[in-house]
């Protein structure tokens, strides 16, 4: 699986738009880009996750440029409840056994 | 139903016990998973179950034994723990499909080895 490349850390204000970079310049046309947090002391939770197109659900959006070698995740209106860990993962399908393999992620600190 | 339950929530342990850490999904989903956390680090996986069958054992210690009772089912068996093998335990679930996978994580289970 395509490895990826996220910031350390971002601060984003309250109500403001976050923008979470995340860079897989070595992804298969196969491979999914998926978006999952962690809030401190809970379990990973899903966000969104896109192959080509741009996604968009009630969490946030996925940009993906057209060569596919980086994704912006965008929360519109970032609150406190914002504040976690994100990751970015790049996996294909079924044949690599379905896992996956967290990296280090982006550590977004909302403030008021 | 869409959570996955972990109990318990807290586990303090010898290194002499044994004692299981146990996951519950009524999703209807047929792929089963064991992260491990270590504090300030990401999850690591430590297996995968696919159709009740381990497909993904990530060169785990023997110490740790897990099992897939049935498809709504997994358990993860302690026994001889180190301290260094304090944790937080994560257990999720996806469904098995050909395209996009979607994990359904637990909250974890906190695990401490005195």
């Known amino acids: 699986d395509a490895k990826t490349t996220q910031p350390t850390s971002m601060d984003c204000a309250e109500g403001r738009a976050a923008n979470l970079p995340c860079n897989h310049s070595?992804?298969?046309?196969?491979?999914?880009v998926y978006w999952y947090r962690q809030i401190h002391s809970q379990g990973p939770q899903y966000i969104i996750h896109?192959?080509?197109n741009n996604e968009t659900n009630e969490m946030a959006s996925l940009i993906i440029t057209e060569d596919r070698k980086s994704s912006t995740l965008i929360l519109p209106h970032a609150t406190l409840r914002d504040t976690a860990v994100y990751y970015c993962?790049?996996?294909?399908?079924?044949?690599?056994?379905?896992?996956?393999?967290f990296g280090k992620g982006t550590s977004l600190l909302v403030t008021p | 139903d869409t959570e996955v339950t972990q109990t318990p929530k807290h586990l303090v342990m010898g290194m002499t016990n044994k004692k299981s850490l146990k996951c519950e999904q009524h999703m209807g989903h047929r792929a089963m998973y064991w992260y491990k956390q270590k504090a300030k680090k990401p999850p690591e996986l430590m297996f995968v179950y696919s159709y009740e069958k381990l497909s993904i054992n990530e060169s785990v210690p023997s110490r740790f034994s897990p099992e897939c009772p049935n498809s709504s089912l997994l358990n993860l068996h302690l026994h001889a723990l180190q301290p260094e093998d304090s944790a937080l335990y994560l257990c999720?679930?996806?469904?098995?499909?050909?395209?996009?996978?979607?994990?359904?994580f637990g909250a974890g289970s906190r695990l401490t080895v005195l």
């Open positions: 993962i790049v996996l294909s399908p079924p044949n690599s056994g379905y896992a996956l393999n």
């Open positions: 070595t992804i298969s046309g196969n491979e999914y």
């Open positions: 999720a679930s996806s469904q098995v499909s050909s395209g996009a996978n979607v994990l359904t």
């Open positions: 896109g192959l080509k």
